[in-house]
């Protein structure tokens, strides 16, 4: 299960999570949504610490985080 | 319970109370103020809440919230506090959130004056603010009527989910006659299950007061929803179970003339018809009690049996128009009218009435 | 290995998208609502107030009851219905021109007569909905539809600073001014919202958060550079901070 799970039909494609990555593990995906925009994705999730701060700051809340339980 | 003597304004206050009404928001205006001072008073003693707002307009939507929210609720204002209330007026016919709003008429337009007029016939019968939409209009005559009406108009209110008016004027607001007050009677704000913050166990999901429809088709849908309901309201009024409320006749059945007014006027009226019968003019009287819906029908009727209407008004003439539609040029309708304040005489009137029917 | 949920949508934010421009505030300051109210166990008996504005369909957006207001009248909606359901936990949500403008007797009267309430004031210095006209609480210099020129002084006075005012009142228990322009100040916005929501929950009055917040879209920005924008020209006229805190609700916390 990943760490970082998108709900694609809500991403406006605003970049907001991409500016904010403190790890820039995020990025534009390369294909389109039925919406016409592309969604953030994620690059390189084992970098991923889930702290959330993409999540936080996505204004459609279309990203949940989960973190890894030891 | 025993007569006592009131002043129409304090009527309708504590018939609202009586009424289970335990919500009062206003701001002040002459000629009503003894209305809002009556319930600061009274309000309290019963665990109501009364609220000074700071203008009409924030008065009207505190009434659309406590409404909203399932309250017994009122306002009350004067002809210049009614016409900043129309946009609150509008959202609350739209979202249909029943309340009972009061207008003691004074002169307009504008400042005007403070003295008793009829001038706000047609803001009261044609909705007043904007959009497609109604507001059942009561017309009282006396100090009675004034809470007999505020009574109807509560159940009215909540069993059409719609705006009423009680159209009066300065001089019933003033006037102090003997009233009945009738027994008290429970109203339970939990009692709604479309209001905001319903606690029954029968509700399955979350409820909305609104009158936005951003969807066009879903706006006609609504106003034509609301434009059905409010051909339920015309016909209970004028064939239904309200037929005799909305009208009062006096004298019609032999009348050749036949004499109109509605509130204050009706009273002068009366004895214009009796002068005239001592001096053998067949006058007869109606009396809208209720404006809108219009008592159409009594006029259709009449129509056939009386040679002509004279209607009479403190205004330029107003509700001469909706008399005119129900004579439907039949007969002839004539108009009376004095304005800026001023109650016509039976004299003049009298006057008037020879002039029609003794053209010489 | 077991998964952990570390951040998702509070349950009292609906399912419904937001209708707003991409990257736009309202969904963030929706969710601190959510969140708020979720955290103090009030959704069955809150009612919130939509405004007139970009937020007009606020409604949509959560699980609960909701009225929605004439433009700027929200303050004066909300006191009929707290003074009606009193154990309700009610609320407006309202941008600057519904705020600051047209409905601003009635939020300076509600919070005079200290309704037990509690006040979101989203201000993005413009108007959102009719396309980008000027605010009360536009910059000077500001450029926007009625503004073509930037916002003058001369003729449009100065941006109206409605935190300041409502403070000078005797009635309001918390005023403050955040904003959500990076992560960490969207935590300390979480906060003042949830102070905001608690203070009425515990019946102490009439609180009330300005969320200075951006415009991507009538401001001509991205959302990233509008943020930046927002940092370096709005927070300089609307400084952060609390102007209020009647019950030290901040430094209990």
Redesign the interface.
């Known amino acids: 299960m990943s760490k970082w799970v998108i709900n694609e039909s809500l991403c406006k494609g605003c970049g907001l999570c991409i500016a904010r990555c403190p790890l820039k593990i995020l990025a534009y995906a390369d294909h389109l949504t039925p919406k016409g925009v592309y969604p953030a994705a994620i690059t390189d999730e084992s970098k991923c610490t889930s702290c959330a701060i993409c999540a936080r700051s996505c204004p459609e809340v279309a990203i949940e985080i989960y973190k890894e339980e030891k | 319970m025993a007569k006592v003597l009131m002043k129409g304004n304090e009527a309708i206050g504590e018939a609202a109370v009586l009424a289970g009404c335990r919500y009062y928001f206003g701001y002040p205006i002459t000629p009503q103020s003894e209305l809002p001072a009556y319930l600061a008073r009274r309000l309290p003693e019963v665990d109501g809440v009364f609220v000074q707002a700071e203008s009409e307009v924030a008065a009207i939507n505190m009434v659309y919230g406590a409404g909203s929210a399932g309250a017994r609720v009122m306002t009350s204002s004067s002809s210049p506090g009614i016409s900043l209330k129309q946009e609150g007026i509008s959202y609350i016919a739209g979202a249909e959130v029943p309340c009972l709003i009061v207008n003691v008429m004074r002169g307009g337009p504008g400042l005007g004056n403070i003295a008793p007029a009829q001038s706000d016939y047609w803001q009261a019968t044609r909705g007043g603010g904007h959009g497609d939409y109604r507001t059942i209009v009561l017309a009282p005559n006396s100090v009675q009527e004034m809470a007999d009406m505020t009574i109807a108009g509560f159940e009215f209110a909540d069993r059409f989910r719609n705006p009423v008016l009680l159209l009066s004027d300065g001089v019933l607001g003033q006037m102090m006659e003997p009233v009945n007050l009738p027994e008290p009677r429970d109203y339970d704000v939990n009692s709604k299950k479309w209001a905001l913050g319903y606690k029954g166990s029968d509700k399955t999901e979350r409820n909305l007061c609104s009158s936005i429809f951003l969807d066009q088709d879903e706006l006609e849908e609504h106003n034509w929803h609301l434009y059905q309901k409010y051909q339920v309201v015309t016909d209970l009024f004028s064939k239904g179970e309200f037929k005799d409320f909305a009208v009062e006749e006096h004298l019609c059945d032999d009348a050749e003339i036949i004499l109109v007014g509605y509130g204050i006027i009706s009273r002068i009226l009366k004895t214009v018809v009796e002068k005239c019968r001592k001096r053998g003019i067949k006058a007869g009287m109606v009396r809208p009690k209720v404006l809108w819906p219009f008592p159409t029908g009594v006029f259709e009727r009449l129509a056939k049996t009386a040679s002509q209407f004279l209607v009479v008004e403190m205004s330029c003439g107003q509700m001469v128009e909706d008399v005119k539609l129900s004579v439907d040029g039949k007969k002839p309708v004539f108009f009376f009218g004095r304005t800026g304040g001023t109650v016509p005489s039976d004299f003049e009137i009298l006057n008037e009435v020879d002039k029609l029917v003794r053209p010489d | 290995?077991?998964?952990?949920?570390?951040?998702?949508?509070p349950a009292s934010?609906s399912k419904t998208?937001?209708h707003?421009?991409?990257?736009?505030?309202?969904?963030?300051i929706h969710?601190l609502v959510a969140e708020a109210i979720d955290e103090l166990e009030v959704a069955d008996?809150t009612?919130g107030?939509?405004p007139v504005g970009c937020s007009?369909?606020a409604?949509d957006y959560f699980?609960?009851?909701?009225?929605?207001?004439?433009h700027g009248?929200a303050p004066?909606?909300?006191?009929?219905?707290?003074?009606?359901?009193p154990e309700?936990i009610v609320f407006t949500y309202q941008g600057d021109g519904d705020l600051a403008a047209i409905g601003t007797?009635?939020i300076?009267?509600a919070a005079n007569?200290g309704e037990n309430m509690t006040v979101v004031f989203v201000n993005n210095a413009i108007y959102g909905m009719t396309g980008g006209q000027m605010a009360p609480t536009s910059l000077i210099g500001m450029k926007t539809q009625t503004s073509p020129y930037g916002r003058d002084a001369a003729t449009a006075g100065h941006p109206i600073h409605m935190s300041e005012m409502i403070a000078t009142l005797e009635s309001p228990v918390y005023v403050t001014r955040v904003t959500i322009n990076?992560?960490a100040n969207?935590?300390k916005a979480k906060k003042a919202i949830l102070n905001a929501f608690k203070l009425q929950k515990e019946g102490k009055g009439f609180a009330f958060v300005e969320v200075v917040a951006i415009c991507?879209t009538n401001w001509g920005k991205?959302?990233?550079d509008a943020?930046k924008w927002l940092t370096e020209n709005m927070l300089p006229v609307f400084p952060l901070g609390t102007f209020k805190d009647t019950h030290g609700v901040e430094k209990a916390a």
């Open positions: 290995m077991t998964m952990k949920k570390v951040f998702s949508r934010l998208p937001f707003y421009c991409p990257g736009c505030d309202h969904g963030v969710r008996r009612i107030v939509a007009v369909f409604y699980n609960f009851d909701f009225n929605q207001a004439p009248r004066a909606v909300a006191t009929g219905i707290k003074r009606t359901r309700s007797a009635e300076i009267h007569r990076n992560v969207l935590m991507p991205k959302p990233a943020h």
